[in-house]
């Protein structure tokens, strides 16, 4: 596989990476991924909504009933099976737009899944972004574990089970009315430092 010029942030970023080893075909990892007819438990149960997943597409990230959406992205780049990367903001914040990556790369025993959040250091650290930062470690073990088990792990099951007794407090601002798919962010909407 050649390393293409991805679409990126430029200047200076902040990046958090995390990684594991799935035990499973290439395929396997990639298809459960970017799966987008059920919810999905390692991304806390949100069902991608989206005119199909390709480079320039829109998506929305929305609770099991359609009712909220707790995140909007657009496809920046779509490698299949080894690479996709998205822009990223939470539909409850005003928090600036990030970039999410996943690498998936042929190892012995499996595959090596690798999520990359990049921020851009013209701003400051959010709270979206320390949240991201949290969250990447749950979306990591909990994949792994969906693929290789048919289930998440018993703290992620225990976590969405939380988050559904909340789900009645999900902020009005989070209904999905409010975000049609054309609210998705691009690279332009990511405020970038200046170029040496």
Request: net charge negative.
């Amino acid at each position: 596989m050649s390393e293409p010029q991805a679409k990126s942030l430029t200047g200076e970023i902040r990046t958090s990476m995390y990684r594991v080893v799935i035990r499973a075909t290439i395929d396997q990892v990639w298809s459960e991924l970017i799966r987008s007819d059920r919810p999905l438990p390692f991304f806390f149960n949100g069902q991608y909504d989206t005119p199909g997943l390709q480079d320039g597409a829109a998506f929305a990230m929305r609770t099991p009933d359609g009712k909220h959406t707790l995140v909007m992205g657009k496809v920046i780049e779509f490698e299949p099976p080894h690479r996709y990367a998205h822009t990223f903001r939470f539909t409850t914040s005003d928090d600036p737009v990030s970039i999410v990556r996943y690498v998936l790369k042929e190892v012995e025993g499996g595959v090596e899944f690798t999520l990359i959040n990049e921020h851009s250091a013209a701003d400051d650290v959010s709270k979206s972004e320390k949240q991201m930062a949290q969250g990447a470690k749950f979306i990591c073990e909990n994949l792994k574990a969906l693929v290789e088990t048919g289930k998440a792990t018993t703290g992620g099951r225990m976590m969405l089970f939380m988050f559904s007794l909340m789900a009645p407090m999900t902020p009005k601002s989070a209904l999905s009315t409010n975000w049609p798919l054309e609210c998705a962010p691009d690279l332009g909407d990511i405020r970038m430092t200046e170029e040496a």
